[in-house]
């Protein structure tokens, strides 16, 4: 039904910059937010931020405030996640979601609140 496809991860030295990319094909909503949540090894998966299907409602993840950026391209179905000043500690898999035909206004911060996930892309920053 929707396939949810992660670019742009890798290594860099802590400091440095990342962008990733999801591309979503398939089924269309009239209402959705789309998600970055990361998983490191033997933690839970976590909320990194989220956007709304107008691109006007963001939220962030405290750790990542400031340093993070995530957008959208609606044109391209894609939604993107710039990642500025990486610390060793953000090192994990990072995984694009998809929540759509929204029912209630809420946080959508958690990963229960998603139906659609993609295979995830690793980012390492070094130290």
Do not use: H
Not at 79 to 93: H, I, R, W
Not at 100 to 113: A, E, F, I, V
């Amino acid at each position: 039904q929707v396939q949810l496809v992660e670019s742009g991860g890798g290594l860099v030295q802590a400091g440095g910059s990342l962008r990733l990319s999801c591309a979503a094909s398939g089924r269309t909503f009239r209402s959705y937010v789309m998600g970055w949540f990361r998983q490191a090894p033997g933690k839970e998966r976590e909320f990194v931020a989220r956007i709304s299907w107008t691109g006007g409602s963001t939220l962030y993840a405290d750790s990542v405030k400031g340093r993070f950026t995530i957008s959208r391209d609606n044109s391209k179905n894609t939604v993107y996640l710039q990642m500025n000043s990486l610390k060793p500690e953000d090192t994990a898999v990072y995984y694009c979601a998809l929540k759509g035909d929204l029912t209630y206004s809420g946080r959508y911060n958690d990963p229960k609140d998603y139906d659609y996930w993609g295979q995830g892309t690793q980012v390492t920053a070094s130290s």
